[in-house]
């Protein structure tokens, strides 16, 4: 039997989406189809399973290339419950390039996703959003870590950049929606000296070694003043601008901690401890969502328990 063709989000009717939402074998597009289903922001994608051939891969992004309006497409992959060593995708490329990426993870077993393109190095605002309680009916907290322009998601969860700006709310009842007042929140800044120089230099060689070298745009041994003449010529100057995070993390609270509790309360794990997603606001201007990760649920238990409590919801 024939395996069906990937349909991109859109093309899926409400009750597609409930099932895939509730489908924990790719917890990537699981969460993909729950934010679509719940009308939150997210890109338009497309799910390849393995199995699938290049033919396949190749007219599934042409479908979804020609719905966006594109001739360029991301790349991510979702290995179900992962090991702490897996495919870090976000890159895009053009359609003929996608099954050639593509066809090495699905030999590996993985599945792709194709989505629309974004371009990481013009963000205006990226939010890490956590979500704990320390049992069900047990009143927990709210954490909002957020970057300026310039910088992406992947900076906070694996980049090992520390945010800008935190806010912190104490006391949130997830069963019970109660507005938090303004006094409530907690703000802080990273007061570090040289801070922002260092958090930009880092930036740059995670550009440097990692989404430039994929994507193609430099080879051989480069650092970050590789990346930095690249963005100049370019004119994405966005990171060397002033990073205005406090005032535009302060403005999306409100709505950022709204989101957080319709998601807490759209979960299927009753018994959560902690969430987390993230948030972004791209150049158009333009809000998206991430994943949405339980933090038990992220890696595999052949990870040692350690790792698995210092990777929780990371």
């Known amino acids: ?57 190749l007219t599934a992004a042409h479908v979804l290339a020609s719905a966006a309006g594109t001739e360029r497409l991301m790349i991510r992959s979702d290995g179900g419950v992962e090991k702490k ?55 927990g907290s ?13 900076d906070l969860t694996r980049g090992q950049i520390p945010p800008q700006v935190t806010a912190h709310l104490e006391d949130i009842d997830w069963n019970h929606y109660r507005p938090p007042r303004w006094n409530e929140w907690i703000i802080t800044g990273d007061r570090c000296p040289g801070g922002e120089d260092a958090r930009r230099h880092r930036r740059l060689r995670r550009l440097a070694s990692q989404t430039l ?29 002033p990073q205005p995070t406090r005032e535009a993390l302060a403005k999306r609270s409100r709505r950022l901690f709204e989101d957080a509790f319709f998601l807490a309360a759209a979960q299927t794990n009753r018994n959560w401890h902690c969430l987390a997603t993230a948030f972004s606001v791209f150049e158009e201007p333009r809000t998206v969502y991430w994943d949405l990760v339980d933090g ?17 919801a990371a």
């Not at 993870?105 to 013009?122: K, M, Q, S, Y």
């Not at 745009?217 to 601008?241: M, N, P, S, Y």
């Not at 038990?296 to 929780?312: D, F, N």
């Open 296 to 312: 038990e649920r992220k890696y595999a238990a052949t990870a040692p328990a350690a790792a698995r409590h210092e990777e929780r």
């Open 213 to 241: 070298a994929d994507g193609g745009h430099l080879d051989g041994t480069v650092g970050a003043e590789h990346a930095e003449a690249w963005l100049r010529e370019r004119g994405f100057l966005h990171l060397f601008a």
């Open 142 to 154: 709210l954490t909002l870590e957020a970057l300026g322009p310039g910088y992406d998601v992947a």
């Open 1 to 57: 039997m024939a395996i069906p063709l990937p349909r991109p989000l859109h093309a899926l009717t409400a009750s597609e989406l409930t099932a895939a939402a509730k489908d924990r074998r790719w917890p990537k597009w699981q969460t993909m189809a729950l934010l679509r289903s719940l009308r939150l922001p997210v890109l338009d994608a497309c799910l390849i399973e393995p199995g699938h051939g290049s033919a396949a891969v």
């Open 85 to 139: 060593q897996y495919y870090r995708g976000g890159n895009t490329f053009a359609v003929e390039e996608i099954p050639h990426r593509a066809a090495a993870l699905l030999t590996d077993g993985r599945a792709v996703i194709l989505a629309e393109p974004t371009n990481r190095f013009t963000n205006r605002l990226t939010v890490l959003i956590r979500m704990d309680r320390p049992g069900p009916g047990r009143p």
